[in-house]
């Protein structure tokens, strides 16, 4: 599954709920656990940014890690302690790099000031820019550890592809079962799209998609069902969530323009808003919307 994990924290009960559910997967699979805390000396946020504040915001970080890390120790778990100066979101991003970490797992919504993970600020920003995949947890979503449903979404692109091989590999881990879904969506193109568009050609490449994704997943071990769903990518994706109960769901941050695109700003933005589930956003390896 993820040998390592980062988990930044502003300690704060939101961040305390999501941390159980890191050593869960920590504990299961023998992850070790970065803690991380971000003393955001970033002056839009802290109008005084004295020598002083900031000694203030480093012993609150070392509180907060201390006691995450003691937690985590309790239950067994390798953890590495970190707090660090800067902005939350580059910093965030700059730690994972630098300690090659594979996923950093971060609530949605958080509190204010210091390590605020508002949707629209620092986690929404680390999804957009981080190398490594990001598994984001809303308030509402359920967790639950081992991963029975592992829903991915892919439309065939090589970032789609980089999530399915992400998703195979946890559900082949917990022994889960992969759901696979590809969206036929034709709104894009507007009301005339079933009159000037031949409708097979798009259903081939949602089928051949899946197929693919199947293939990827077999080759692990792993029962694989599949999907193909005609309206709304967005809306699709969370009723297949809601009907196969998935414990996570995967998608990649980029995909095809156009048609079944998972673009962030288009579904993949509004799956971390509102997925019933923890979802992991996965970037591909060479990214083919670097400049998007």
């Given amino acids: 599954m993820f040998d390592t994990i980062l988990f930044p924290t502003d300690g704060d009960d939101e961040a305390d709920r999501v941390f159980e559910f890191v050593l869960d997967v920590a504990e299961a699979h023998g992850t070790t656990v970065h803690v991380l805390n971000v003393a955001d000396t970033n002056v839009t946020s802290h109008a005084d940014t004295s020598t002083g504040t900031v000694d203030i915001l480093v012993d609150e970080g ?11 120790r309790k239950r067994g778990v390798d953890v590495v302690e970190a707090v660090v100066q800067g902005v939350p979101h580059s910093t965030i991003t700059e730690y994972a790099e630098d300690k090659d970490v594979d996923a950093v797992v971060m609530p949605t919504h958080g509190r204010g000031l210091v390590g605020r993970f508002l949707v629209g600020s620092v986690a929404e920003k680390v999804v957009r820019t981080a190398d490594v995949p990001v598994l984001t947890v809303r308030p509402e979503a359920t967790l639950s550890v081992p991963f029975g449903e592992v829903l991915v979404a892919t439309d065939g692109s090589e970032c789609a592809a980089a ?21 036929v969506e034709l709104a894009t193109y507007g009301p005339d799209a079933h009159a000037s568009l031949n409708i097979s050609t798009f259903e081939d490449r949602a089928q051949d998609a899946v197929d693919a994704a199947r293939e990827t997943a077999e080759a692990l071990g792993v029962d694989v069902v599949t999907h193909v ?10 009723r297949v969530a809601e009907d196969t109960e998935a414990d996570i769901v995967v998608l990649g941050t980029h995909g095809r323009t156009g048609f079944d695109r998972y673009l962030l700003g288009s579904v993949a933005e509004k799956t971390v808003r509102t997925s019933p589930a923890p979802v992991l956003t996965v970037r591909e390896d060479e990214g083919e919307a670097e400049g998007a």
Avoid: N
């Avoid at 070392?62 to 985590?72: K, L, M, Q, S």
């Fill in 163 to 183: 999530a399915v091989e992400r998703a195979a590999a946890l559900a082949a881990a917990d022994g889960a079962t992969l759901h696979v879904v590809s969206v």
């Fill in 229 to 238: 769903e005609y309206g709304g990518v967005h809306a699709k994706l969370l």
């Fill in 62 to 72: 070392d509180r907060i890690v201390g006691e995450a890390a003691t937690r985590a």
